[in-house]
């Protein structure tokens, strides 16, 4: 203070002309005293709130924190202004002077008010301001305002100051160090009032406000599982670069059968899997160059921000090799597979992180289609997948939405003599146009988008409705329905759906042939309660595709299996292949003496027939007999054999030329 220091004989200068402008603004009754309690200036709140004139103050001396004034009800707070020229500001403390607007509004409420001289020192604070920094009233007087910014923050000083030195206002947010070291976030509004050198400051305390802000940003650009960025950033991040020249690459990385690890040793199991994933390869992305996210599920990306196919393709060979080593989670040793699906942005493109990441996904598809734990890149041949895929998927809701579904029906018979011994339920979709669409065109893309459950509900709805009518009429025949996995996935759930329809519809569980296939029984312990709750009210299993997987023999031990369908490929070999002879010879032996009954597919001709029947085949399906169909056509079928005995002129009429009817 010693640039404004005076003494008191020098007569109050100017900056004691500055010291009594700034009492004019202070909006509390405030007066200028002298070391022995005379009145050098006051200002018009004086008159204003303690109505009579204030004469000197007589206890200064004696209480130099505390005087005060001749009316008796009005306390003045006295303190040092400038200590060498023994200048003392005084304000009242009067409680009932309270009907002053501007005080209540300057001391209540959450509003942080200040004011500074100009070389930014406190000069008066309201208590919230106090409150808030921790210091008492006394204490607060000829602060350094700028010691209470974090020491590293001197841009915000010379930026606040160069704004109030050159417009008159800052309204800059900052950090302020409360008494004991914490830091507290202030929004200000400073008004730096050139006339009486005086910063006039009113705030207010962001820090919980801001502290909201950032968890709420952050969780909306998070993962919480793995903490990795979630899809939004990732979208965020992928549509800011390509605004730019950079070329990213997206890393669709999807693992393989997670589901298996989810539904066998339960979800928690499944989610530190993930998070040991994410730890993992997320080691490798180094920030800001490269992030890896999580979108959901098993599915991750790995960002590449300006990059090459050439880098791409290393990145995704390194992370495959980062998953060669398995994760030990909770006791098991799990090798987690990917399957990685490369995009480029490149430069002549006008696509959007959307696009891009739907490209990256369908390369993915593609890597998992060539049979997993591998990666491809995205080309142009792929893009009609893409189109495919996503105008399929729209179908089928819409599908849903309609009823168009439909069931037909392919009846499987008895060796020789091709009498009807079961159906088989085959979904079709009936498209708007009227085209049928048969379940290799649209079931890859409906297991994808999680439909399979709605689709299978509508089918096993109407299979079942079926095999209870000809059941009515006399006519019981084991109906088979295709389960997927994702109905499987459903365990309790799906008994429950199939055996309360089954009591409603008055049809005996036992007519009900559940057939699953390898695809959907790669975790056997995940699936074994069901099948068994099935068993136990009747329901049989049969294991469809027999032959197609790599453990279908171990399968025919683990899993409680009623009936075989060898799989067509064998049935089509038959005629050339001795080796196939000899294993479907063994293979049919094997489940006579494991007491299981065998439908052999795809008999297409009168020789496979005629081979399948020397072997021993008891039951078959095939062009040969019939295609699948419509319900009409199968109860004018039924209708005219009604013992389902041989009929060789169906035979002809059924050759595998004709095609399966559409209506
Ligand atoms: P799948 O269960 O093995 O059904 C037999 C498939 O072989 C049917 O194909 C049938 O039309 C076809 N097929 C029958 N006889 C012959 C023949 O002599 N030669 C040839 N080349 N093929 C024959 P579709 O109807 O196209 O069904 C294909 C697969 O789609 C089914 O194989 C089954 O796995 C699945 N699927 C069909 N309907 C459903 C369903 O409602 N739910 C589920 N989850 N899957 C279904
Ligand atoms: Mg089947
Ligand atoms: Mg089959």
Redesign the pocket.
Known sequence: MSDVRRSHEDGFGEEILAWASMLAVLPIPAALVDADGHIVDRNRWIEAEVGAPLVDLESVKEAPGLAFGIDEATRWRVRPLDEGAGILLATAEREDAGDHLLRKFFSSGDSLFVVYDQFGRVVESNAAWENLLGYGHDEVFGLDSWTLLPPSDLETRDRVERELRTQGRSEPVFEMRTKDGAYRLVQWALHFDTSVGRCFGIGRDITEENRLANELHRMAYTDELTELPNRTKLIDTLEAILGTSATPAVLFCDLDHFKVVNDSLGHHTGDLLLKAIADRIGALATAPDSFFARLGGDEFVFLLNDSSWDIATATAERILGLLGEPFSVLGHSLHANMSIGIAMAQAEGDRTAETILGEADTAAYKAKALGRNRYRKFDEGLRATVDRRFNVEAGLRAALANDQFE??Y?PIVALPGAGVVGL?????WRASDGTLM???EF?DVAEEAGL?PD??RE?IKQ?LTVAAEFADGGRPLPM?????AA?LGCGADYVTQVIDLAAELGLDPSLILL?V?ESSVVAVESILPTLNAFRSYGVRIGL??FGTGFSSLSHLRTLPIDVV?V??TFVSDLLGDQVTRAVTSSLLNLCAALGLDVVL????TTEHASAAEQLGGTMA????FH??MPLPELRKLLGRTPDGDADSSRLRRNS?LAA?RTS
């Open positions: 069931v037909h392919q088989e339920a085959l979904v079709r048969l379940p290799g079931l399979m689709i299978g089918v299979a088979s329905i295709n389960a997927s109905e057939e296939t469809d595709d369908k799989d067509r597919e795809g008999v297409e399906q095939g062009y040969l295609r699948p595998p399966e």
